[in-house]
């Protein structure tokens, strides 16, 4: 079984849609654009967004087992996924990749 490595590409923030159709609230998001994050035998690293894990973890657990070409040619990167989390208000974009050394456990 592959490692994943996800890296935190892009945040946005529809302030716009906030304010339209959020209640305020106080805290949203921890990560980080270039936070680095390692899914060892596709599990949730310490510290991602729980909701952003629930977004990626099917793409991670295939590229873990060693899938490629997700929808026919979509990444550059046959090993690769671009996922964002389901936040609608400040979406994060991160690119999962499928890393070549394999886990010992």
């Not at 060892?40 to 793409?59: H, I, T, V």
């Not at 090993?79 to 050394?101: H, K, Q, T, W, Y």
Request: aromatic content about 8%; overall charge negative; some cysteine.
């Amino acid at each position: 079984m592959k490692n994943v490595r996800i890296t935190v590409m892009k945040k946005v923030c529809h302030t716009d849609l906030m304010e339209r159709y959020e209640n305020p609230i106080e805290h949203a998001c921890d990560m980080q654009v270039g936070q680095v994050f390692i899914s060892a035998d596709m599990k949730r690293p310490e510290g991602l967004c729980e909701s952003a894990w629930e977004s990626m973890s099917a793409f991670v657990m295939t590229l873990a087992c060693g899938g490629e070409d997700i929808y026919d040619g979509w990444m550059k990167n046959r090993r690769s996924a671009m996922i964002s989390c389901n936040d609608g208000f400040r979406p994060v974009s991160f690119l999962l990749e499928a890393v070549d050394g394999e886990n010992n456990t």
